[in-house]
């Protein structure tokens, strides 16, 4: 079941440290966070706080492609919230446009 395979990749089980292990650090941070700004793809209140939260925390780690695909966001500030945040509830698309 990939939910299963999922929850085991969470910190603190095995097949995480094994995976950090192959992987390397650097790699392993990536997907993370790769994986914790899938979670901010489904627009929802509160991700506008969650994405600020997450670029600060990207570009604080040595990944120069990461670090430019960050200031894009930022660069983007009020379509990316947008898409973030306003989209999630259909009554409010004409407020966002």
């Known amino acids: 079941m990939p939910g299963t395979l999922l929850r085991r990749l969470r910190a603190g089980h095995p097949l995480r440290l094994k995976e950090e292990r192959i992987l390397g650090p650097e790699t ?5 966070l790769v994986r914790s700004f899938a979670a901010l793809l489904t627009p929802a209140d509160g991700n506008a706080e969650l994405l600020t939260a997450w670029i600060v925390e990207a570009q604080a780690v040595d990944l120069p492609r990461l670090y430019a695909f960050t200031c894009g966001l930022e660069l ?9 945040t306003c989209w999630a ?9």
């Open 89 to 97: 509830d259909v009554a409010l698309r004409h407020q966002c446009m």
């Open 28 to 32: 392993t941070v990536l997907a993370s």
């Open 76 to 84: 983007d500030g009020d379509a990316v919230t947008a898409a973030l």
